[in-house]
């Protein structure tokens, strides 16, 4: 386990120094990119999704987690949604924060930057994950994610 979430983290970084060089424009794209793939390939989402289901309930997973992994047609339509309003916000990246001139003459000009590699670990949310996808693009941040019940099943074996 420490062997797998130590290799996300490094290719986590390696993607880091692309998107925080990368300019607004391309991160608007991908974005939209993700926005458009949930669309235009829904039904193969959808196919894979019902195994998923089946799988859960073949586990013996609650119906309140089964939930939360389902996914609809509507469900893929809002995710889409919401990536394309992430992909309307304005730049984050360079943003002047604040500006002050100390009393020695020094000026201090804060500016917005991505944080780099962003860890995660949460349950098998297909929201979450799309989600946390585009706005670690926008920011222009990368992530090393662990899904908690992928973690889970690791765990077991």
Do not use: W
Not at 42 to 66: F, P, Q, T, Y
């Amino acid at each position: 386990m420490d062997q797998l979430i130590s290799e996300l983290a490094k290719k986590a970084r390696k993607a880091a120094r692309t998107l925080a060089a990368s300019d607004y424009r391309t991160r608007v794209h991908a974005v939209t990119a993700i926005a458009d793939a949930l669309i235009t390939r829904k039904a193969e989402i959808l196919s894979a999704n019902e195994s998923d289901i089946a799988r859960a309930h073949a586990d013996g997973m609650v119906s309140s987690l089964v939930d939360r992994l389902l996914l609809t047609s509507e469900r893929i339509d809002g995710i889409a949604h919401a990536a394309r309003k992430v992909s309307a916000l304005p730049d984050p990246l360079h943003q002047t924060l604040r500006e002050r001139t100390l009393e020695n003459g020094l000026h201090l000009h804060q500016v917005s930057v991505p944080f780099g590699v962003v860890g995660m670990v949460y349950e098998a949310r297909p929201n979450v994950t799309v989600d946390a996808a585009v706005i670690l693009l926008m920011s222009g941040n990368a992530a090393s994610c662990v899904v908690q019940q992928a973690l889970h099943i690791q765990m077991q074996r």
